[in-house]
């Protein structure tokens, strides 16, 4: 069955860091796009990027440009987004998402990776 | 880009009454239009998309209509598993916004 399984939860220092994977099962990897979305406290979802892990290429929402990088491993069918200059307002939940090309919604998503920042 | 907002941020609904969410673009998005529910602790569960189509095993007490800016989400008969906040999103144009969401409560 479909799955995507991501790392466990991080608590991470303000400028810190922060990777975390994405690991695909149960479908071909390099049919879909993998898109990263966030959700903070006690708010709504925010879309932050996605990579297209046949052709490499990756878009980034304007309020991560620079911060954020999203990487595919295809021998491991495994994504990474990497999160720099961490703040605390960067604490949240943080969910893959699949989405097939053709279709353009995110029908299946990873059980979330909580983020903390906190000095 | 484009904004998506919906309403009412929240609600409050009887056992088997009809609710309706309302989600407005900012501008025309055809029929690029989802819904993903989101129960407490969850990840988001894709309900609707194409603005009218439902996802396999979605309950059929869900309905979703609308196009160009205005969409609607309807649950035909409240129940009880249908707590939790409903989200819309658009795949029109990048990026993929979603709106503010609106929380369900039983009452």
């Known amino acids: 069955q479909v799955q995507l399984v991501q790392s466990g939860a991080e608590v991470k220092k303000p400028g810190a860091s922060v990777k975390v994977s994405c690991k695909a099962s149960?479908?071909?990897?390099?049919?879909?796009?993998i898109h990263w979305v966030r959700q903070a406290p006690g708010q709504g979802l925010e879309w932050m990027g996605v990579?297209?892990?046949?052709?490499?290429?990756?878009a980034y929402a304007q309020n991560f440009q620079g911060r954020v990088t999203i990487i595919k491993d295809t021998s491991s069918n495994t994504v990474y987004m990497e999160l720099s200059s961490l703040r605390s307002d960067d604490t949240a939940l943080y969910y893959c998402?699949?989405?097939?090309?053709?279709?353009?919604?995110?029908?299946?998503w990873g059980q979330g990776t909580l983020v903390t920042v906190s000095s | 880009d484009i904004q998506m907002t919906q309403s009412p941020s929240s609600l409050s609904a009887s056992l088997g009454a009809r609710v309706t969410i309302t989600c407005r673009a900012s501008q025309n998005i055809t029929n690029f239009l989802n819904w993903y529910q989101q129960k407490p602790g969850r990840a988001p569960k894709l309900l609707i998309y194409?603005?009218?189509n439902f996802q396999s095993g979605v309950p059929s007490r869900f309905s979703g209509s609308g196009s160009g800016t205005n969409f609607t989400l309807t649950i035909s008969s409240l129940q009880s598993e249908d707590l939790g906040t409903y989200y819309c999103?658009?795949?029109?144009?990048?990026?993929?916004?979603f709106g503010g969401g609106t929380k369900v409560e039983i009452k």
């Open positions: 149960g479908f071909t990897f390099t049919d879909y796009y």
């Open positions: 998402a699949r989405e097939d090309g053709d279709t353009s919604y995110f029908d299946y």
């Open positions: 990579t297209n892990p046949s052709g490499g290429n990756t």
């Open positions: 999103q658009q795949t029109y144009a990048s990026p993929p916004a």
């Open positions: 194409g603005a009218t």
